[in-house]
């Protein structure tokens, strides 16, 4: 059996394997306990997997028919990996509104530990430095200082309302009308910047060396699309369920909300993170790259803005209660506010990084990874 023909299988035993393991957890165990969670989490991450495979699948074929920039394609693959951690942020936003919406952030800083960490898996040249694609220097650079501007304005706002907020209320808060607005603006940024780099890179023909002369039918292509896309959605159903029985089992040992908020976060990227590790291990570089910056620059623009228009709807609709006055969803305190704010610092270190030659050397990779793991830490012990 060729090293292809075992590759193209390998989503199916882990389909196969992870549905197993969520049926047995949906319909056999009845107890709503640990075993239950961990058996519910570790079929959703296998069928989470699978789905990336399967994307991984399409995008090639995608790319390869239409002689696509790969990282262009890959970038097309990081959106669809956003479902299952949406699906997910959905039971925790309804869960603990509050929890949701820092886990929603705080992916941002995982997902950039996750980019530093990954630079330094990357191929290098003689002077130890990783070059980046083209598409991610010229755009994504300006994503990462944009996402700077937005938590840094966003985070300061809300100290100064905690600060000045008038006598009689306890706990200033975002509101149905902040979230919608917030939401709707930063989408319209991801929009803006996936037409962008639709027409400015994806005529950049790929390389000799990319090209596969056995072309994927087209069929084949919606097949493992609609596929990946269906099985993302049952992988993030299930962690979802396990994140809403980590977060009862946290709660009840006396954990912190940071904390829980912290692992809840590592789960709900790991659609990107099996994503960049699929496209590493079949040294397509490109489409991993483009899924690591993608789990940073989709969580300001895409991920974040989702969550709290869900937020807002939660709330017009009853699913989740109002936390003060006649609307108002996201209380303004340390947790919410140094969780936006320290976002900052993160997206203008990695901007520097990135933008200044286009390559990552090993002191930048290194800063990167120190001053992500220095906030993660500072978040869940000050925090």
């Known amino acids: ?59 090639d074929g995608f790319a390869q028919r239409k002689n696509m920039n790969s990282f262009v394609a890959g970038t097309m693959a990081g959106l669809s990996s956003n479902i299952p951690e949406l699906v997910m942020l959905a039971f925790v936003l309804i869960a603990s509104p509050t929890v949701g919406f820092i886990v929603t952030v705080l992916t941002l800083h995982v997902g950039a530990a996750a980019f530093g960490l990954y630079c330094g898996t990357l191929p290098r040249d003689v002077q130890g430095d990783a070059h980046m694609p083209k598409p991610l220097v010229s755009l994504s650079t300006d994503l990462y200082a944009a996402a700077a501007g937005v938590f840094f304005s ?6 100064l309302m905690k600060l000045f907020s008038a006598a009689d209320v306890e706990t200033p808060s975002l509101s149905v009308t902040d979230l919608y607005i917030f939401g709707v603006i930063l989408l319209l940024v991801q929009v803006v910047a996936v037409i962008r780099l639709v027409k400015r890179f994806s005529g950049e023909k790929q390389s000799v060396t990319e090209r596969n002369h056995d072309l994927m039918p087209v069929m084949t292509i919606v097949a493992f699309s609609v596929a990946g896309l269906v099985a993302s959605v049952i992988g993030g159903h299930s962690v979802g369920e396990f994140a809403g029985i980590l977060v009862e089992k946290l709660n009840e040992a006396g954990y912190s909300e940071m904390f829980g908020a912290v692992i809840l976060s590592v789960f709900a990227s790991s659609g990107a993170f099996v994503m960049i590790g699929t496209a590493h291990f079949q040294k397509k570089y490109n489409i991993a790259m483009a899924n690591a910056s993608g789990a940073i620059t989709q969580v300001p623009f895409l991920v974040l803005p989702i969550a709290m228009i869900m937020l807002a709807v939660f709330t017009q609709t009853g699913i989740i209660p109002i936390f003060s006055g006649t609307d108002g969803v996201i209380p303004i305190n340390l947790h919410t506010s140094s969780v936006i704010l320290l976002g900052f610092p993160s997206m203008l270190v990695l901007w520097k990084a990135v933008q200044d030659d286009g390559k990552v050397n090993w002191l930048e990779t290194t800063s990167m990874v120190a001053i992500f793991l220095l906030v993660i830490y500072l978040l869940v012990v000050h925090g």
């Open 1 to 59: 059996m060729s090293k292809d023909s075992h590759t193209s299988k390998q989503w199916l035993w882990l389909l196969i394997s992870g549905m197993i393991l969520i049926v047995i957890a949906t319909f056999i165990m009845h107890t709503h306990g640990w075993m239950k969670g961990a058996i519910l989490g570790v079929g959703g991450l296998i069928v989470v997997f699978a789905s990336s495979e399967m994307m991984i699948h399409a995008v």
């Open 154 to 159: 966003l985070g300061m706002i809300m100290v």
